[in-house]
């Protein structure tokens, strides 16, 4: 039986181990055990226990409630007990999901350990250091023994890395690189219908079919700065107001929190005087599939959100000023706009005063964490 160490600490985390959760459960009872550890980068219900009950994963055997912190500390207290974890749990191998800081600490407790690491999103670049989610990548990626890239431009970079397609018997010096598809496009796949089902989210927002669009604003270098925070509530404002629509903005905590510092009073003070710009709470994985679904548009910061909008054939306006996800920009139905209050109002004239067709297959077949748990069982076997 091979055992695998899977980490998770951050909401998109649990959305993406659902997938490969679901398809160890259906079709490798007793050839793989999977054991989850939350780090507790996400603690609140709303942030991650939610998403365990809704998706069906299993509880996880240890969380090690890190919380929120300064990166250095944050991260310096998951790699303590991913460690720990390790030594008693003793893994054939540790699997681990994205960017973020609950990913590069178990690639560094895992490759410390000499742990096979699987990444799964792998080979994803920027191209700009300054985001704390590059650094995590190309550690986690220069770290792991089995690489699954959800896109071939992420093979691309790995190649351009130095990774070699040619290899096989993988281990810590021979990593194997896989093109395999997006288990993100698994899942909105999956629970498309699902969702229609199980969300009241419309109804319970008195919202219609493609009369509201969807938003979500989250990332660091948006949110800690009050001129860019601005800018962007300034655009939402002005978009509601020229073209009469609702914008509905499930809230990020980390969003929230700030708005409730004086410093964000010219921000608050935007969004306490327009009713169509709609602060939510964070959505349930159903209720934003469901969002996304029935929005005119997107605009988001979010890796997740803006390719889920590329797989639910919706526009989307990316609030930042790269992407690693290319293929939505080049497919010509995503625009980079950055923070930047002309751009975003431009991007959505653009995108909406265009017909929209051709969403090319760049994300796999929906089969992706089949693909994944097939080459981790041969590899590892
Ligand atoms: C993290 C990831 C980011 C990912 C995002 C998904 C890193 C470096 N960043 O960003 O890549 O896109 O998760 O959501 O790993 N907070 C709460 N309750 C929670 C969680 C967070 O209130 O359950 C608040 C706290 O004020 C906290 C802040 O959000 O300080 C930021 O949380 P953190 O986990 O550090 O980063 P995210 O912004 O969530």
Redesign the pocket.
Known sequence: MIRILTVI????QIIKAAAIHRVIKEKYKGKMEEVILHTG????DN??DFFFKELGLSPAKINLAVG??N?GK?TALMIQGIEEALLSLKPDAILVY??????VAAALAGSKLHVPIIHVEAGLRSFDKAM??EI?RIMTDHSSTLLFSPTQTGVDNLVKEGFDLNRNAHNANNPGVYHVGDVMYDNSIYYANIADDKSTILEDWSLAKNEFILATV???NN?DSVERLLAIVNAFDKITKDRNIKIVWPI???TS?LLKKESYQSVKSVLDNNDNLLLIPPASFFDIIVLEKNAKMILTD???VQKEAYFFNKPCVILRPHTEWVELVASGHAILCDANFDKIIDGVEQLLSKDLEGFPPVFGNAHAAEDICRIIYETLA
């Open positions: 600490g951050a909401r998109p980068q996400h603690y609140d942030m991650s929120s912190g990166h944050q994205g960017d973020t800081n609950s990913t704390p989610e995590n989250h990332r660091d949110t990020h905590p980390r929190n979010s890796g997740g």
